[in-house]
């Protein structure tokens, strides 16, 4: 069964966490991606052995889970990039290429002769992408940039939390990620209109843009109705039923309902509290909403006699709409989770049966799949000069005599 993107190469000239998503995004399509990497330097993340207090080297042989993640369904090329001989071979790989990703600094890309204008001399035909911080234009687009700043530009640490604390960070990489996410769409978009309309084109997508974008209710909102906040008090959440509460094992789940009127009913036969079903305090939604802090007290009260499993059970057979408050180690043993492959397993060749972040989306006749791990540094350089660009054993040789590989 072919991939979406079987037959496209993409070279991916990236670093860290935004352009190597966005890469392995392409390589679950079926693209083949080759990643290439300063020599004797490579991609920063390689040397991240810890990530936000984790230690992300263990169970996998010694390699590095961070890198792993970002970099799976690529074959790595590593070469001096300051020497003539390599830009030469990344000129010829540019000719046989459909895409190429960067997600450096504004301007590196044009020192290095890896700009859009330069390339496209090599290859008419070509989709190039960069993936940046803030955006290609704008009195910032030279500034450095990262994931934690661009949360905390986008509004983003304004959402989460409660209305009295600080501005609350989201760890784990959420705007590179999103960045990457757009960033790989933006990439399907383009060969899509190469197919249609026969264009080459550069296209930017960034972490700020991304996670703007992300927050399009609220900053909708704030645009067209002067919204300021979204923070909430979940003790005086105006809408109860659209909140989560403490279980008895100290766990916690979540009631979504936002036609409260028609699942109140519901809720009280579930939680055994039908006496309050047409009590005048809560009988609607703007009576509720007038005596919150009361229900929610008695809700605190009525799910901590049950345990997160026991209410799940409850709540299913009445019709609640509800989820579990997962943890994170949570989410590998979430049977939705596992049996629409959000999370999946392949072969690693180091550490054998490895779970791992799937695909997203599910195609029914040109299925995702993780083709291979993560390359090593430099992994594939011989493979690829011969069998794509044809060179010898001889030339090769002499590459790594003068330092270009």
Not at 164 to 170: A, G, I, R, S
Request: proline share 5%; charged share 25%.
């Amino acid at each position: 069964m072919p991939s979406i993107l079987e037959g496209i190469r993409v070279l991916d000239w990236t670093i860290f966490q935004q352009g190597p998503v966005a890469t392995a995004l392409l390589g679950d399509m079926g693209a083949e991606v080759i990643k290439i990497e300063e020599r004797g330097v490579g991609d920063p993340a390689r040397g991240m052995m810890k990530v936000i207090g984790a230690i992300v080297s263990q169970s996998l042989g010694g390699r590095n889970a961070y890198y792993e993640n970002n970099n799976r369904n690529k074959r790595c090329i590593a070469l001096d990039l300051t020497k003539p001989q390599a830009k030469e071979i990344i000129y010829q790989l540019v000719e046989k290429s459909d895409v190429f990703v960067q997600n450096f600094r504004k301007g590196v890309a044009e020192k290095m002769g890896m700009d859009y204008e330069t390339l496209c001399k090599y290859n008419p035909r070509l989709i190039y992408a960069s993936a940046s911080g803030w955006g290609p234009e704008g009195p910032d687009a030279n500034e450095p940039s990262a994931d934690y700043v661009g949360i905390a530009r986008s509004g983003f640490m304004s959402l989460a939390g409660e209305p009295d604390m600080p501005p609350q960070m989201v760890q784990g990489g959420i705007g590179d990620q999103t960045g990457a996410i757009m960033t790989a769409f933006g990439v399907v978009s383009a060969l899509l209109a190469r197919e249609r309309f026969g264009v080459s084109q550069e296209l930017n997508a960034s972490i700020l843009g991304g996670l703007v974008y992300l927050e399009g209710v609220p900053v909708s909102l704030s645009l067209m109705a002067g919204l300021k906040s979204m923070r909430a008090h979940r003790a005086r959440a105006g809408n109860p039923l659209w909140n989560h509460y403490r279980c008895k094992d100290d766990k916690w789940v979540a009631l979504s309902h936002l036609q409260p009127d028609k699942f109140w009913p519901n809720v009280c036969k579930a939680m055994d509290i039908c006496h309050l079903q047409n009590d005048p305090k809560f009988a609607n939604l703007s009576a509720r909403d007038a005596n919150r802090v009361e229900l929610i007290k008695i809700l605190d009260e009525v799910f901590a006699n049950r345990t997160r499993e026991e209410w799940k059970q409850v709540f299913k057979a009445n019709g609640v709409m509800y989820a579990s408050v997962n943890t994170l180690p949570d989410l590998k043993e979430d049977p939705q989770i596992i049996a629409n492959n959000y999370i999946t397993e392949f072969d690693h060749p180091t550490a054998g049966k490895t779970k791992t972040v799937g695909h997203p989306i599910i195609f029914d006749k040109t299925p995702m799949k993780i083709q291979r791990e993560a390359p090593e540094f430099g992994q594939h350089t011989e493979e690829i000069l011969t069998e794509i660009l044809g060179y010898s054993w001889e030339q090769i040789e002499e590459l790594r005599g003068a330092g270009v590989i």
